[in-house]
Each structure stands twice: as structure tokens, then as C-alpha cells.
């Protein structure tokens, strides 16, 4: 019996993926390649803009065109939101929501021995929303496709329903994982080799609050008790939930890489306020002041979203101002989509359309600027950096080599190349190359494709992360892959800096 999985979404729904291969893998499945032709395919949904259920329902569709035969089960945020809209897809024999996902391989199991015919209606197993409110474990995590990095979930829930959001209806309410659980699987995750171990959940900030831990402190000391030669790395945390105290706190651990992802969203105080987001620009740039007291190349990367329902010109350029007021390293651009069912979407004064389209590509030329700010300024700095790749082209950023096996480059690949409809198809991409300014560093591609790659990586080109968020290209064979190098930050290239290993 074999079984391949596809996920679409963020970080938690990979997690959870994992884990849900750990449990198929228990039940005697072997897990294959969602190319082949398998037995079972189990599709992990994601729900947070409209695209993204059209996205997954193709994935559906697609997975049952490979084998018409073969068991179709579908899990994550679109199908708890919108379960009966799922089960009506042709093919479709499993639907569970987010809390369930523990007993879907046991059901696709069941269900997979049982004669053909008896399997006509699908059969549902989705909590309302008023139910989520028990942290469900998937087991502990033995491996997964990186080798390097392994995301670990910590936290399910969010009670913050921003306007423009639809999560907390598909999540539910927080709650948080048992800290001596979340240490006990990175104890063994870095007894196998794993250098970097990142936190993660659908808000991160909230872990502990249910558990009276009162915030995540207590779990990174405990990690940072950990015996071992490794990092730990926070997914993100929302300014929501914490203040300057808070992220002081936390400065103390020295396995506690120097990056946040702070989410900001908008740097203007009435927009925030009419996100229902709990804090304004001056409670934000307190958080980066008490970060860059400590280091003053601390990295800070945010989400900032343009065109939402009513913004003005002005307001748009307080966003465009805090980019560099607060030198981020890197600044994820997103343009406002209406989420049906969430308040913003009901808005009769939308942004147009070019509007934002003219206010995302302003943004990602400011936050590109700004992140070469950042990068000259780091310019002769020693910096730990962990290696993930060797082999990769530094031109053509094709895989030549091994690599860490880190399932967002995939994943993003993938439903750009296997997208059965090509309109939407060609929507991901446009949208991918105005949203995301990483897509958008033409300057330094533009110098790196004009140098000779043998001169600057004669035994080959190594890539990795420092611990405040640069990318680092260096000169290396494949004995750095894997490990732990100090690195002599050279001058920007590419997306990220040329480094000198030490």
C-alpha cells in the first residue's frame, strides 16, 4: 500500500504532514511521490485567501485523475471551513478538519481494506468551531525531509480574528502544547543531527497562556537547557500579543537565533485599528528599538499588506515610511484578496485593483532598498551561519548537489508547474512576482550573473543562514554541508551576501 501527500499552505500544515507520515508509515504504508501512481493520496488544505481553496481544490481533482481507484482524503483549514463543499468533489472519500487529523490514517486505512463498492458516500469527521478547543497531538516527529531544519509545532488557535482573516474560524481557539513534550522531540530531533530547530503554530505568541506558563519564556529556556550544537528559530511572533518586556525576556538565551518575524501589516494606526490589530507603529518600533539594543544587526522581517479596505494615500506611506524606519531585513508585500466571510471582505470601499497593484510594486522597491541597507551595513561582520546547500548554481539557482530537503521551495514549485488550470496558474505567478520582494532582488541578480561563478566558487558554492536571517553564498566543498561555520560577511550578492568562510 502506498500513499503520497500534497500540502498547501504554511508551515504547520508541513508539521502536520510529517506527522501524519509517521502514523501511515506505523500502519504499514509506504509514502510515495504525489507524481506517482499511488493507492491513497491525502491532501493537507489551506483556506486563507479564496485562491487558496481554488489551489486546493485542483490538487483534489488532480490527485484523483492520476488514479481514478485510488483514496482521496482531504484534510486541513478548507476542509473546515467548507466540508460539504469538499465531499461533493468527484473522488473524495475522507474529509476531516483541522483537529482530526490524528485519525485520518487509521480512517484511510479502514476505509482502504473495505470492498470498492461500499466506498460511495464520503464520510466526514469536522468539529464546529465551537469545539476546537482541545490541542490535539500528532505524535512526536522521528524525522523529516530536511536534514538540516525541522519545523516543530507548539501551539494550535488564535483568538485574535483580524478582520481581513479567516484562520481563527478554521483553527479555532489557542491552546497550546505540553512544554516537556515539545523538549522531549527536540531532544531527539538533535540527538539524530538536526542543527536548527524552528517554532512554530498558527500564533505563536499565545503559547502558554492556556497552560499558565504565561508566555513562551519557559519553553526556550528549556530548550536552551538542551544539551547539543544547535539553534532555535521562531516562526513569528504578533505584536498582538507582545510588547517590548516580552522580547526583552527573551534576549538572555544564546540559542535563541537573533530573528523575529514580527507581522506588522501596516504602519498606519487607523488601518491597524481597523484590522483589529491590538497595537499601533510606536508599540511596533519599541519592540525593533529594544532588538537592535541588543544587537544592532538584530534581523527583523514583517508582512505588510496594501490596498486594505479604505486606505488612503497617506496611509500607504506611513506603511512605506516604518519599512526603513525600522530597517527591516526582509519585508513580505502582500496585496489585500477578500477572504469571503471575514468583515473586510463586506466592505463597500475596496481598493481598486491598479491602486494596489502601484502600492505593492512602491513597497517592494523600498523594502528592497532597505534590505541592501541592511546588508551593507553588516558588511566585515562575523556571523555563525549553517550551511543547507552545496551544489546549487549561484546564476542559475538550479539544485546541482545535495541539498536540505526544505519542503517550501518544493511546494511553491510545484503549484507553479502542476497547476491543472492554467489562468490560475498564471495568477500565482504574477501574484508571487508583485508579493514577494525575495522574487524581486533584480539589482543583485543582475550583478551576480555578471561575475564568473568559477572565480567565486572554485570547489563549489555553498548556501546558508546566519543566525539574524542573511542568506549566505560561499566558496566550499560538500564537507561544509550541514555544519556550523563562522563566516566573514563579504558584500551583498544575489538575495542575500558573498561570504568568506573563516
Same mark, same amino acid.
Given at each position: 500500500?502506498?500513499?503520497?501527500?500534497?500540502?498547501?499552505?504554511?508551515?504547520?500544515?508541513?508539521?502536520?504532514?510529517?506527522?501524519?507520515?509517521?502514523?501511515?508509515?506505523?500502519?504499514?504504508?509506504?509514502?510515495?511521490?504525489?507524481?506517482?501512481?499511488?493507492?491513497?493520496?491525502?491532501?493537507?488544505?489551506?483556506?486563507?485567501?479564496?485562491?487558496?481553496?481554488?489551489?486546493?481544490?485542483?490538487?483534489?481533482?488532480?490527485?484523483?485523475?492520476?488514479?481514478?481507484?485510488?483514496?482521496?482524503?482531504?484534510?486541513?483549514?478548507?476542509?473546515? *471551513?467548507?466540508?460539504?463543499?469538499?465531499?461533493?468533489?468527484?473522488?473524495?472519500?475522507?474529509?476531516?478538519?483541522?483537529?482530526?487529523?490524528?485519525?485520518?490514517?487509521?480512517?484511510?486505512?479502514?476505509?482502504?481494506?473495505?470492498?470498492?463498492?461500499?466506498?460511495?458516500?464520503?464520510?466526514?469527521?469536522?468539529?464546529?468551531?465551537?469545539?476546537?478547543?482541545?490541542?490535539?497531538?500528532?505524535?512526536?516527529?522521528? %524525522?523529516?525531509?530536511?536534514?538540516?531544519?525541522?519545523?516543530?509545532?507548539?501551539?494550535?488557535?488564535?483568538?485574535? @480574528?483580524?478582520?481581513?482573516? *479567516?484562520?481563527?474560524?478554521?483553527?479555532?481557539?489557542?491552546?497550546?502544547?505540553?512544554?516537556?513534550?515539545?523538549?522531549?522531540?527536540?531532544?531527539?530531533?538533535?540527538?539524530?543531527? !538536526?542543527? %536548527?530547530?524552528?517554532?512554530?503554530?498558527?500564533?505563536?505568541?499565545?503559547?502558554?497562556?492556556?497552560?499558565?506558563?504565561?508566555? *513562551?519564556?519557559?519553553?526556550?529556556?528549556?530548550?536552551?537547557?538542551?544539551?547539543?550544537?544547535?539553534?532555535?528559530?521562531?516562526?513569528?511572533?504578533?505584536?498582538?500579543?507582545?510588547?517590548?518586556?516580552?522580547?526583552?525576556?527573551?534576549?538572555?538565551?544564546?540559542?535563541?537565533?537573533?530573528?523575529?518575524? +514580527?507581522?506588522? #501589516?501596516?504602519?498606519?494606526?487607523?488601518?491597524?485599528?481597523?484590522?483589529?490589530?491590538?497595537?499601533?507603529?510606536?508599540?511596533? +518600533?519599541?519592540?525593533?528599538?529594544?532588538?537592535?539594543?541588543? =544587537?544592532?544587526?538584530?534581523?527583523?522581517?514583517?508582512?505588510? *499588506?496594501? &490596498?486594505? /479596505?479604505?486606505?488612503?494615500?497617506?496611509?500607504?506611506?506611513?506603511?512605506?515610511?516604518?519599512?526603513?524606519?525600522?530597517?527591516?531585513?526582509?519585508?513580505?508585500?502582500?496585496? !489585500?484578496?477578500?477572504?469571503?466571510?471575514?468583515?473586510?471582505?463586506?466592505?463597500?470601499? #475596496?481598493?481598486? &485593483?491598479?491602486?494596489?497593484?502601484?502600492?505593492?510594486?512602491?513597497?517592494?522597491?523600498?523594502?528592497?532598498?532597505?534590505?541592501?541597507?541592511?546588508?551593507?551595513?553588516?558588511?566585515?561582520?562575523?556571523?555563525? $551561519?549553517? @550551511? %543547507?546547500?552545496?551544489?546549487? =548554481? /549561484? $546564476?542559475?539557482?538550479?539544485? #546541482?548537489?545535495?541539498?536540505?530537503?526544505? &519542503?517550501?521551495?518544493?511546494?511553491?514549485?510545484?503549484?507553479?508547474?502542476?497547476?491543472?488550470?492554467?489562468?490560475?496558474?498564471?495568477?500565482?505567478?504574477?501574484?508571487?512576482?508583485?508579493?514577494?520582494?525575495?522574487?524581486?532582488?533584480?539589482?543583485?541578480?543582475?550583478?551576480?550573473?555578471?561575475?564568473?561563478?568559477?572565480?567565486?566558487?572554485?570547489?563549489?558554492?555553498?548556501?546558508?543562514?546566519?543566525?539574524?536571517?542573511?542568506?549566505? !553564498?560561499?566558496?566550499?566543498? /560538500?564537507?561544509? @554541508?550541514?555544519?556550523?561555520? =563562522?563566516?566573514?560577511?563579504?558584500?551583498?550578492?544575489?538575495?542575500?551576501?558573498?561570504?568568506?568562510?573563516?
Amino acid at each position: 500500500m502506498k500513499a503520497a501527500f500534497h500540502t498547501l499552505g504554511c508551515k504547520v500544515n508541513q508539521y502536520e504532514t510529517e506527522a501524519i507520515k509517521e502514523q501511515f508509515r506505523a500502519l504499514g504504508w509506504e509514502i510515495g511521490d504525489e507524481e506517482e501512481v499511488c493507492d491513497a493520496y491525502v491532501i493537507n488544505t489551506c483556506t486563507v485567501t479564496n485562491l487558496a481553496d481554488r489551489k486546493s481544490r485542483q490538487f483534489i481533482r488532480r490527485a484523483r485523475r492520476l488514479n481514478p481507484d485510488a483514496l482521496v482524503a482531504v484534510t486541513g483549514c478548507y476542509a473546515q *471551513i467548507k466540508p460539504e463543499e469538499v465531499a461533493a468533489i468527484e473522488g473524495v472519500e475522507i474529509v476531516t478538519g483541522t483537529d482530526e487529523k490524528g485519525k485520518l490514517a487509521e480512517m484511510v486505512d479502514a476505509r482502504f481494506r473495505e470492498e470498492q463498492a461500499s466506498r460511495r458516500e464520503a464520510k466526514l469527521l469536522v468539529k464546529p468551531y465551537e469545539k476546537l478547543d482541545h490541542y490535539e497531538s500528532l505524535g512526536e516527529i522521528r %524525522e523529516m525531509e530536511s536534514r538540516t531544519r525541522a519545523f516543530i509545532k507548539i501551539q494550535e488557535g488564535c483568538n485574535n @480574528f483580524c478582520t481581513y482573516c *479567516i484562520i481563527p474560524y478554521a483553527r479555532g481557539k489557542i491552546r497550546s502544547r505540553a512544554a516537556e513534550d515539545v523538549i522531549e522531540e527536540v531532544r531527539n530531533l538533535v540527538a539524530k543531527g !538536526y542543527k %536548527e530547530i524552528v517554532l512554530t503554530g498558527i500564533n505563536t505568541a499565545f503559547y502558554g497562556q492556556d497552560l499558565g506558563y504565561g508566555g *513562551i519564556e519557559p519553553l526556550i529556556a528549556g530548550l536552551d537547557a538542551l544539551e547539543g550544537d544547535f539553534r532555535i528559530r521562531l516562526s513569528s511572533l504578533e505584536p498582538t500579543v507582545i510588547d517590548a518586556a516580552y522580547v526583552k525576556g527573551l534576549m538572555k538565551y544564546p540559542k535563541l537565533c537573533h530573528h523575529l518575524h +514580527l507581522a506588522l #501589516q501596516s504602519g498606519s494606526d487607523h488601518v491597524l485599528s481597523e484590522m483589529n490589530r491590538h497595537y499601533t507603529r510606536q508599540d511596533f +518600533l519599541d519592540i525593533v528599538e529594544v532588538l537592535r539594543e541588543a =544587537d544592532p544587526h538584530y534581523g527583523i522581517s514583517t508582512d505588510i *499588506i496594501v &490596498g486594505f /479596505p479604505g486606505e488612503t494615500e497617506d496611509e500607504f506611506r506611513d506603511s512605506l515610511r516604518i519599512v526603513s524606519e525600522a530597517s527591516f531585513c526582509k519585508t513580505h508585500v502582500f496585496k !489585500y484578496s477578500m477572504r469571503t466571510g471575514t468583515p473586510a471582505a463586506a466592505r463597500t470601499d #475596496q481598493v481598486p &485593483g491598479e491602486t494596489k497593484n502601484d502600492r505593492s510594486r512602491a513597497l517592494i522597491a523600498e523594502s528592497d532598498r532597505v534590505r541592501r541597507e541592511f546588508f551593507l551595513a553588516s558588511r566585515g561582520e562575523t556571523r555563525r $551561519v549553517l @550551511f %543547507e546547500e552545496f551544489g546549487k =548554481d /549561484p $546564476v542559475t539557482g538550479e539544485d #546541482q548537489g545535495m541539498d536540505n530537503g526544505d &519542503g517550501d521551495s518544493r511546494l511553491e514549485n510545484r503549484s507553479e508547474s502542476r497547476a491543472e488550470d492554467r489562468g490560475a496558474e498564471n495568477k500565482v505567478r504574477d501574484d508571487r512576482s508583485e508579493n514577494q520582494s525575495e522574487d524581486k532582488d533584480r539589482e543583485n541578480r543582475s550583478e551576480s550573473r555578471a561575475e564568473d561563478a568559477a572565480v567565486l566558487f572554485p570547489d563549489g558554492c555553498v548556501t546558508g543562514y546566519t543566525d539574524n536571517y542573511i542568506r549566505v !553564498y560561499a566558496n566550499g566543498g /560538500p564537507v561544509l @554541508f550541514d555544519q556550523f561555520r =563562522d563566516v566573514e560577511l563579504v558584500r551583498p550578492y544575489r538575495d542575500g551576501m558573498l561570504g568568506r568562510v573563516r
